[in-house]
């Protein structure tokens, strides 16, 4: 089996852009990551990509090139960059293709998320009595976490703090503004213990990638980055997830530990030999929670490591370096291929004023949602 | 309608000599509980899970507090109110609207029972139920 590589990168930055719509977003991202890759549409052999509410991706095609490749439409919820990531690194390894593209992209509403709990399988009532509501998911969440772990409730507004300040030093972010843990603390509860800025809200964006066989990589790129695995995990019985009427009395690990697990052995790689992780912060809890489920380090360990600096951009291990969901707006079907476009940025060096010294090796990118589910990669230069 | 109640859904309840209870799911072959009602067991797989009214007692498990407005399909009357996860003792975790919403007045642990609450009036005005846990009373 051949390995895989990433060898065009493209985005169009997050937030909010009136009058473009998701699918204009998506062409952008896609003819940025063919122009980082010195490639024509035409060149590709296959497309997989989705977005939840701006579109089919495989429409694209009218705009980028009517070529008769083989567009498949990636419709998984959060993990649909995830998703058809995967696939695409499945077709690159089997030889089924060479050479090809990935593209999420989204544009949602302003305000949260209202979903249709028939959707879900779950009866109105859910909707109707104030259940259907994913921001009091994350906040039991970690209240719960918090209970058990002991850890001080004020590392909330220190997470979505350098969220803030690493989305300062990022031009494509949405949210681009400094905030100190002392506003994001007094902010209005939104879910307690969780206030207004500790959460991301849904917003807009687009990211493609263009992967070929890591054999052919040097003649696309100088900087090929090699996607080592991609791995994708729905719940368990017993793990406790976003839109659950009930959770069984006895307890199992989430998606994220069995997909942070699968991804890491599939590449061969321990967490302790990261250099630098993007993982899902729909909340600054959901960072605190995913550094541990992931294994990058310990449970109750993270209030020593933030306090530390361990995750700042200089710190051991750099978290959520382009300032994350809370900094950049979470457009669902964009989102986790945006992880691994800052991941493969901070491998090539070419960060900029949000590069992680030292050189980084080793990325990683962990995406949860909906309904209870998980996708992470590895990636190393 | 529930007893003399109007509901949000009637098949979420059971009426038991207790009182009204919540109307789960038990599976006969592995002992897995569910709630609401369903057919297929979510542990063991199989299609054998029996009619079962919940416990009406519990202790909270976690617990939030609802700070803003939510967007349709929600259609209650409170901008705000406590939610939480009650763990019913040798059968689930359940979901449910809390009667307190002050953070200061909310603990993990806390011994909590079922209770049914208006929270919307109908098209002519009548209370429409939902379920939510309580403090639980001293008997
Ligand atoms: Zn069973």
Known sequence: MTDVAIVGIGMHRFGRTDGVSGRAQA??????????????????????????????????????????LPFINVANGCATGGSALIAADAAIRSGQHDLGI??????????????????????AWYGETGLMV??????????????????????????????????????????????????????????????????????????ALVLCRADRAREYTGRPV??????????????????????????????TVEASRAAFEAAGIDPSEVDV????????????????????????EQEKLIADGDTELDGRLPVNTDGGCIANGEPIGASGLRQVYENVLQLRGAAG???????????????????GISACTVLTR | MIGNLRTVDDSLFIETAEGVALRGSRCADCGAYTFPYQGGCPRCTGDSMIEVPLSRTGTLWSWTVQGFRPKPPYTGTADSYGVGYVELPGELIVEARLTEAD????RIGMPVELVLVPFRTDESGVDVHTFAFGEARHD
């Not at chain 1, 509860?189 to 206030?195: A, E, K, N, R, V």
């Not at chain 1, 090699?226 to 998606?255: C, H, I, N, T």
């Open chain 1, 27 to 68: 062409v952008h991202a896609a003819r940025e990551a063919l122009r980082d890759a010195g490639l024509r549409f035409s060149d590709l052999r296959f497309g997989f990509g989705g977005s939840h509410s701006a579109g089919d991706a495989d429409t694209l095609v009218s705009e980028l090139g009517l070529t008769g």
């Open chain 1, 102 to 123: 990935v593209i999420g992209f989204d544009k949602h509403p302003r305000g949260a998320f209202n979903t249709d709990p028939a959707e879900h399988g779950i009866g």
């Open chain 1, 134 to 207: 994913t921001t009091q998911f994350f906040g039991m969440k970690i209240q719960r976490y918090l209970h058990d772990t002991g850890i001080d409730p004020a590392v909330l507004a220190t997470i979505a703090e350098k969220a803030f300040r690493n989305g300062a030093r990022n031009p494509m972010a949405w949210r681009r503004k400094e905030i100190s843990a002392a506003e994001i603390a007094a902010a209005p509860m939104i879910s307690h213990p969780l206030t207004q800025y500790m959460y991301c809200s849904p917003g807009e964006g687009a990211v």
């Open chain 1, 226 to 255: 090699l996607l080592r695995s991609a791995a994708f995990r729905s719940r368990r019985y017993g793990s406790f997830e976003v839109f659950a009427p009930w959770l069984a009395a006895e307890r199992a690990d989430s998606p």
């Open chain 1, 277 to 300: 992780a993007q993982v899902q912060d729909t909340e600054s809890g959901a960072e605190l929670m995913h550094l541990a489920e992931t294994g990058l380090c310990a449970h109750g």
């Open chain 1, 353 to 371: 004023a949000h590069q992680v010294p030292g050189e980084p090796r080793v990325g990683f990118t962990h995406v949860y949602g909906a309904p």
């Open chain 2, 103 to 106: 953070p200061e007045r909310l």
